[in-house]
């Protein structure tokens, strides 16, 4: 028979209050150790490390930046218990080597040393060179010769490059992307007049000489970025690595030099900052591992605000009409089931479905009306950004209604009768009491379906989500937001640059980072959010929300 005090003790519920709070504690402590670790290698990403030269016991020379230190597997023995030490090495020189990271046994190490004079080169292709400078080139005319002085002869034709660079991105997005645009757009005209067998027209030839202008226009600026990319083959620069062997490099390929040896903590912290800003404002290379994520960031911010305004009106209407308008009976109750069911349906079978309907049935039947002149190449009828943005308001609006069903209940029925006694209609009473007295509510909804959606993948790997997208779903031409285009998302890139890249470890700060920018993402999504619900609570002080 159980003791008196210890029933006394249960039938208090201390018990469940403290096994409570130790899981509320123990749930903190993993997020929070989650949200270290991924910042710790995150943020440890853009830090500028230093370059150790190591020579082995053969001869052999490497240079790189330390990565890691383990236990060899099965070394321990009765003199070394603790077993033997290896240490990863970042080698770079990808194109030399096929390998990014190398693994040195400590005990075949003779010497290790931090050259002053060790370059690291930042590359558009390859990924980093670790080494020394023996000679610049102009053609085949040598302009300096030796680590140090080529260096000199180097760093202002870096930047030369770099601006050349600047002006092919110019030409090649803004100036030759636009004739594109308009020839394409011309050609679509004249398809919609061959179609309506409209060919002897004025405009029918009006259209031609616009055509003839655009294309005599392009092969103009054709010219021009051939010109420019001539002058980033003009010069280059021979590279060796620690062993002595020779790559000869285009100076239009580098993007930046550096002697992290050499660095003070002022510049490096310099550095630092400048390639989070690279990051953030950049777009990727190297199969997503390097450079910038910035149109992942829009895509998946573009995405999460069109899902907003998708799903809000449809799960606050039917939440009304469920819990103000409806009779309540076995149909309603079984919609509610239904939808509390459908909150449990895994997310790629919404994918499925938005491929289905949204993608073939809507946006092939939008292409057969719209752009009959464009098919057989689809407009809507394949994967963009509103059928994904779509696809994911499906997929969370249970919790939009739910959500705002509770924010309803939550009203007090005497706020009704007050409004409906002073000769309100049922409908001002809604619109004007009742409906922003439970918007706290509908934004927890909205925050819940933000919370879910940014972070989901699979889905949007049916509808729209790629790789690397070549523009963005914004831009300066009209009608300026280009809902059918397809797009980048972080949590697609995650994936990608994790699972998906031929050079994995190479690829796992980027990972990290990009991780910690989803998290980021997130969080400034739902404290916008959660600041406008917080207003509208204080506005609307008698909402028991």
Not at 31 to 39: A, E, P, R, T
Not at 55 to 69: A, F, K, P, S
Not at 450 to 455: F, L, M, N, Q, Y
């Amino acid at each position: 028979m159980m003791p008196s005090g210890m029933r006394k003790f249960l039938d208090s519920g201390t018990l469940f209050v403290w096994l409570c709070g130790s899981g509320l504690m123990v749930s903190i402590l993993m997020i929070g150790g989650l949200l270290l670790l991924i910042m710790m290698n995150g943020l440890g990403y853009f830090w500028p490390k230093g370059l150790v030269e190591f020579t082995l016991n053969d001869g052999t020379m490497v240079l790189g930046q330390l990565t890691g230190r383990e236990v060899i597997p099965e070394s321990a023995t009765p003199e070394l218990p603790d077993g033997k030490f290896r240490i990863q090495v970042k080698v770079g020189n990808r194109d030399l080597y096929g390998l990014d990271f190398q693994w040195l046994d400590e005990d075949q190490i003779q010497t290790r040393e931090q050259p002053g004079e060790v370059l690291s080169i930042e590359r558009r292709e390859w990924g980093k060179f670790f080494g020394r400078i023996q000679a610049v080139k102009k053609r085949e005319v040598v302009l300096a010769t030796g680590n140090m002085e080529g260096l000199k002869a180097v760093k202002p034709l870096v930047e030369q490059m770099n601006d050349i660079q600047d002006r092919i991105h110019h030409l090649q997005h803004d100036i030759i992307g636009a004739v594109n645009y308009e020839i394409e757009a011309i050609r679509l005209a004249l398809r919609d007049l061959e179609l309506k067998d409209e060919q002897e027209t004025n405009e029918w030839v009006d259209l031609q000489k616009r055509l003839v202008g655009l294309q005599a226009n392009y092969e103009e600026h054709t010219k021009m970025l051939r010109a420019l990319y001539d002058q980033l083959n003009e010069y280059s620069v021979i590279l060796i690595d620690a062993n002595g062997r020779e790559k000869d490099l285009p100076l239009g390929q580098i993007v930046r030099i550096l002697q992290p040896n050499q660095l003070t903590v002022f510049g490096k912290v310099l550095i630092y900052f400048s390639n989070v800003w690279t990051v953030l404002s950049d777009e990727p290379r190297e199969a997503n591992t390097e450079g910038g994520i910035f149109p992942a960031i829009f895509g998946t911010v573009m995405m999460v605000l069109i899902m907003s305004v998708a799903v809000v009106p449809f799960g606050v209407l039917a939440a009304i009409y469920l819990k103000e308008y409806a009779r309540q009976g076995l149909l309603v109750r079984l919609v509610r089931i239904a939808v509390n069911n459908l909150a449990g349906v895994p997310s790629i079978v919404f994918g499925v479905f938005g491929l289905g309907f949204f993608v073939y049935a809507v946006g092939g039947s939008i292409d057969t009306l719209f752009y009959s002149a464009a098919l057989p190449t689809p407009t809507f009828g394949t994967g963009g950004i509103l059928w994904a943005s779509l696809t994911l308001a499906l997929m969370t609006v249970p919790v939009v209604i739910v959500a705002t069903e509770e924010g309803l209940s939550a009203v007090p029925m005497e706020y009704r009768e007050g409004s409906l006694g002073l000769g309100a209609t049922k409908v001002e009473t809604l619109l004007r009491v009742v409906i922003p007295c439970a918007m706290p509510g509908i934004l927890t909804g909205l925050i819940l379906a933000i919370s879910r959606a940014t972070g989901e993948v699979a889905p949007l790997m049916l509808t729209g989500v790629v790789k690397l997208a070549p523009s963005l779903p914004l831009d300066s031409y009209f009608p300026f937001v280009h809902l059918d285009r397809k797009f980048m998302h972080l949590g697609f890139h995650i994936y990608d640059v994790g699972f998906q890249s031929p050079n994995v470890e190479a690829a796992k700060p980027m990972v990290y980072v990009t991780t910690l920018v989803l998290v980021f993402v997130v969080v400034m999504l739902n404290l916008m959010a959660i600041a406008i619900r917080n207003r509208m609570r204080k506005k609307y002080v008698g909402s028991a929300v």
